[in-house]
């Protein structure tokens, strides 16, 4: 089952708002992922974190790596239709193999013009 | 390069059946992944292999899975005996085992199981 809280479940914005979701987690973790999926695909990488408190951006994407080891941030600036879509946290804990990873269930964002 | 391949990307199946699922890895990446996500969930891992040695297995991976990377390329993994509980997308990844990519995995986009 899931090991990681995300947050909100499900966001509904209006085109040009902001977006903030996170991701929790009990363990300590070494390498944070942050994914988007569509309907009938894979998950798509958008951001990788490697060290706590590591800030990271891609285009209007930026990622953070919490402090604490256990938690991690997505900001998507001034949102466009085109990032509908479901985004997954996915952690790696300090035990784990390489390329094993815990995700989160996902949260769902829903743009309106 | 074409990224992770997988096929069929739909199956349909009566329960009790096999089905088997293929993965064309990125052709330079030596680690392979297979992970299961049901729906309005978060992909959970199943299994990967290094080369063609597979080695970790997930409690989720009962004894009627079983996966293969016999030439440490192309990989399959197959469902015995398939039950309604097995209806999932089975998602393959791919990634390097060295460097800034070890640790980074690239999906497939699926394939969806539905059993009947």
């Known amino acids: 089952g899931q090991q990681l809280n995300q947050s909100p479940q499900s966001m509904f914005i209006q085109e040009g708002e902001d977006v903030s979701m996170n991701c929790t987690s009990s363990s300590i973790f070494n390498t944070w992922l942050w994914y988007k999926q569509d309907p009938g695909e894979g998950p798509v990488l958008l951001i990788a974190?490697?060290?706590?408190?590591e800030l990271t951006s891609n285009g209007r994407l930026t990622a953070q790596f919490g402090i604490t080891r256990k938690d991690s941030f997505l900001n998507i600036s001034a949102s466009i239709p085109s990032d509908v879509g479901i985004y997954f946290c996915a952690g790696q804990g300090t035990t784990d193999s390489w390329g094993k990873f815990q995700f989160g269930a996902g949260t769902q964002v829903v743009v309106t013009p | 390069d074409t990224g992770v391949s997988q096929d069929p990307r739909h199956k349909i199946t009566k329960r009790g059946q096999n089905v088997t699922f293929r993965c064309d890895p990125i052709s330079e990446h030596n680690r392979l992944y297979w992970y299961r996500q049901t729906l309005g969930q978060g992909p959970e891992f199943l299994t990967y292999f290094q080369n063609e040695a597979q080695l970790e297995k997930s409690r989720l991976l009962s004894d009627r899975f079983s996966a293969e990377r016999p030439k440490g390329s192309f990989s399959t993994l197959e469902i015995q005996r398939t039950e309604q509980g097995d209806s999932a997308m089975y998602l393959c990844?791919?990634?390097?085992?060295w460097g800034a990519g070890a640790n980074v995995l690239t999906f497939g986009a699926g394939s969806r199981l539905t059993v009947l």
């Open positions: 990844a791919s990634s390097l085992d």
């Open positions: 974190l490697y060290k706590a408190g």
